[in-house]
């Protein structure tokens, strides 16, 4: 059931039930992350290895004391500037925090998520909230009530519905080394704001080895194939094929998707996953794309891109 009922969606929670809830990257799948038997039921819906930790989401960040030790001044001043907002901070974690959270990992990974229907639900429980995208393990993250709906419906006791996600791309992961900024995934805040603060280390892995959690070789990704490159050139070479085209402003064909009209990298980001989602379910062979400015999101829609391309 989809609605906007935040007390009905407390109360299933707090019965270790899931609910999808909305946050300004994509949805969640959400349970209360102090019962095991609960978030359990999260790894089981979406078909997800137990080897894959999931974020705790706060309504605030002075919460995050309760749950992490040793907290790095520099956490408290991107906090400061950046939440409620795209970032995720692994930090040492406290014992009260499940193992199942971090699979067994000495850190967890937290974040306050910028949509108020969300914090407003946050506000309401005492207890955090574990939660990864709302989509099957490996498949394109959601980012509308009916993406959700669409594959994990039956699943889910309710979907809070709070309209489009505004970023369109899952958060930026931080961590803290000797007062430099870790980042382990690219995300909705980019690179270029963090640098502003903190001298920033780049730890992008791309591993198909499940010790590297999260950053997973294959992800994101379509049922049909997906190419990178040249479209003209991708296009005259399969020429006579049914082919979708997803291009960041320029329209090759006139069935070519544009995520942004005026080359707006962050339009573009917003757009990225439900247009995959409807090039996914058109009649074609595959989808072409081509490689966006490698600067602010196009980072980030680069590496889904280039996961969504990757078959192993
Ligand atoms: O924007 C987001 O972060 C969304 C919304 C719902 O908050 N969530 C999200 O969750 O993208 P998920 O589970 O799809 O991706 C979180 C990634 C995972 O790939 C996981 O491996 C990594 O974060 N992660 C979580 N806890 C970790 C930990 N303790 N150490 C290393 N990586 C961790
Ligand atoms: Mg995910």
């Not at 520099?74 to 959270?101: H, M, N, W």
């Not at 996953?273 to 989808?287: G, K, N, P």
């Amino acid at each position: 059931m989809i609605g906007n009922d935040i007390d009905y969606a407390a109360s299933l929670l707090q019965q270790g039930r899931l609910v999808a809830i909305p946050t300004e990257t994509v949805y969640g799948l959400a349970a209360n992350a102090l019962n095991e038997e609960a978030v359990l039921k999260i790894f089981k819906a979406k078909e997800r290895p137990l080897f894959d930790p999931l974020i705790m989401h706060l309504p605030s960040f002075s919460l995050v004391e309760k749950y992490c030790i040793s907290i790095p001044a520099l956490a408290y001043q991107l906090a400061e500037k950046f939440s409620p907002g795209p970032i995720t901070f692994l930090l040492d974690r406290k014992e009260i925090v499940p193992d199942l959270i971090t699979s067994g990992l000495q850190q967890v990974a937290v974040r306050i998520p910028d949509h108020q229907l969300t914090l407003d639900l946050l506000s309401n429980l005492d207890f955090p909230l574990a939660a990864p995208s709302a989509n099957p393990f490996g498949y394109i993250s959601p980012t509308t009530a009916q993406h959700v709906q669409q594959q994990l419906g039956e699943k889910i006791d309710y979907i809070l519905d709070g309209g489009n996600c505004r970023v369109g791309v899952e958060s930026t992961i931080v961590g803290f080394e000797n007062e430099k900024v870790i980042v382990y995934r690219l995300g909705g805040l980019s690179i270029e704001d963090l640098e502003a603060f903190a001298k920033i280390v780049l730890r992008i892995n791309s591993s198909s080895d499940p010790k590297a959690p999260g950053q997973l070789k294959t992800h994101y990704a379509p049922r049909k194939p997906l190419i990178i490159g040249n479209i003209e050139e991708l296009l005259s070479a399969n020429a006579g094929r049914k082919i979708a085209i997803m291009s960041f402003s320029k329209k090759y064909t006139t069935e070519t998707i544009v995520l942004s009209e005026t080359a707006d990298l962050s339009e573009a980001a917003k757009n990225l996953f439900s247009v995959m989602r409807e090039l996914d379910a058109q009649d074609c062979e595959f989808i072409l794309a081509e490689e966006f400015p490698d600067s602010f999101l196009g980072k980030a829609i680069n590496d889904r891109l280039r996961r969504a391309a990757t078959r192993d």
